[in-house]
């Protein structure tokens, strides 16, 4: 449980401590009865019973059971309101920690893995301060408590009960070594088939329309094939050997009850002690039993823990200790290159966007142009060279700095599940309702926003799934204009919006970026034939650089692609009818 706890309580000390204590307080009220239950016995059997003594100690008993009563309740309130509120913590901490890590984190590894880490790996993790550790601590507590018992009344017979103990752990140890190989390939089958499971879904559309729904799609099929049979693994081995370790205890308690028939008989045991070690052995095994199930249980959580532990000792993006503010908003690259993986993807890269000037990146697929705007928001640091804002290396602000100066709309929009005013406002959070709505008639999203049957409270479908393409982007471009940030990044902003509306918010975008520093990745080369200064990247190194008037006089690259497009806008789809 060491990476559960690491994970739930980050490594502070003392954090859970008041609802183990309450706990074990509770467990020792609960083991008390038996104490007055071996002195009534003993009464019972003396030669002149003591009625009155009997009933004192029948009270007292009573005295514990209702103590027992309010210490499990404060207990069982302690560990669930401690439990949760460091599980909230903890997924709260996780999930900053997920802010602060480089998008290559995300590119590497699988959605579905990601989402598992932070919903179904922290429920396991929960679940064992919320309902495993009481039992957890019930079966170290009651057992070490009547085993001191069994040892007053007879040393031999307790010897013997703590020796079928010993023998069975072995057992219980190897169920556990079984669990964490096999659990941890569970836990990969599980991982995978969620992914399938969420691809199958978000590619449902493609999925219909190339005929692969049922078995077709045998990746979900496969995946979900393996998590069965890791299923079947994951409780058939360790329960062998967890079974074998209750029969040992089973079978360890009938030892005990002929080993005190033959001290019975052979006059070393009286009767009072007999009972009690019926009674009292019995007690002893079954919370033991138990333990076997649920340190199994706590076992393959802990695997849960250890992934997200990995998470959590991945290293984010550095901060400086004291963040540099901008000194203008100008845009620098110098000399810089960037790989993913094994890929580079940008080969010394330089160029510099001025103050309020317009810069457009152009250049075939892959060519490095989203990446550089990547870099420019540090969601990747550089391997080598620098990017700058301001004069200043955007490793030298702090991600809260750097982002406050910048607002970007991508030309794949995420909206969130939630209200389009809400979504607009993301863009500046303390915004006002009519400033919301003033960026959405800069947008052009009003009109279409108020005829919705809730306008601005209309809700809006995870991702967006509930609004047009042109829609989804005219929202995203409203965002960017309610944040105002004095350096605009656009990823094709006009790319999913008709022709009846491209004019009305290239208008918005122009006033959008009026005096802004502007990086715009364009396709349409006629969108950006006025800007400032044209990067031209052809396989991550920059091939040309200069106005459209310069580039399309020296007839390179920029050039021919330049033809290429008027000659795919001539283009017609002729069919012939035969």
Known sequence: MKAALNVITGGKKGAYNRAILLQIIHDLFKGAPYGFLIFILWELFSPAIDMNHIILLIGAMIVTFILQYFTGKWALVACHEGGYTLCSEARLNLGEHLRKLPMGFFKKRDPGDVTAVMLQDMSFVENIFTHLLADIVAAIVIPLMLLIFLFVLDWRLALATLATVVLALPMLYISNVVLARIGKKHHQSRVDSDSRILEYLQGIRYIKAYNLVGKRFSKLENALTEFHKDSLRVEVYPGAFASSYNAVLGIGFVVILLLATHFFFGGTLTIPVFLVFLVIGHQFYQPLMAAGLFTMEARYMNIAAERMQEVLLTEPLSEPAVSRPP????????????????????????????????????????????????????????????????????????????????????????????????????????????????????????????????????????????????????????????????????????????????????????????????????????????????????????????????????????????????????????????
Request: charged share 25%.
């Open 327 to 578: 000194v203008g908003y100008d845009i620098e690259f110098k000399d810089v290159s960037f790989s993913y993986l094994e890929a580079q993807v940008l080969d010394t890269v330089s160029f510099k966007a001025n103050e309020g000037s317009v810069t457009a990146l152009v250049g075939p697929s892959g060519s490095g142009k989203t990446t550089i705007t990547n870099l420019i928001a540090r969601f990747w640091d550089v391997d080598s060279g620098s990017v700058s804002v301001g004069g200043v290396d955007v490793r030298r602000m702090s991600t809260d700095e750097l982002l406050s100066h910048l607002s970007m709309v991508f030309q794949d929009v995420y909206l969130f599940k939630d209200t389009i005013f809400n979504n607009i406002k993301v863009g500046k959070p303390d915004a006002t309702r009519e400033e919301v709505i003033e960026a959405a008639k800069a947008a052009q999203s009003h009109a279409f926003i108020e005829n919705l049957p809730e306008g601005y409270e209309t809700m809006v479908g995870e991702g967006g799934s509930t609004l047009s393409g042109g829609e989804k982007q005219r929202i995203s471009i409203a965002r960017a204009i309610l944040k105002d940030a004095p350096v605009i990044l656009l990823d094709e902003a006009t790319a999913s919006l008709d022709p009846e509306n491209e004019r009305a918010i290239q208008e918005a975008l122009n006033a959008l970026v009026s005096s802004k520093t502007l990086v715009v990745i364009a396709h349409r080369l006629n969108t950006i034939a006025d800007a400032d200064r044209i990067i031209v990247l052809k396989d991550g190194a920059v091939a040309e650089s200069g106005t459209h008037e310069e580039l399309y006089g020296t007839e390179g690259l920029y050039y021919r692609m330049w033809q290429e497009q008027e000659k795919a806008g001539g283009w017609t789809f002729e069919s012939s009818l035969r």
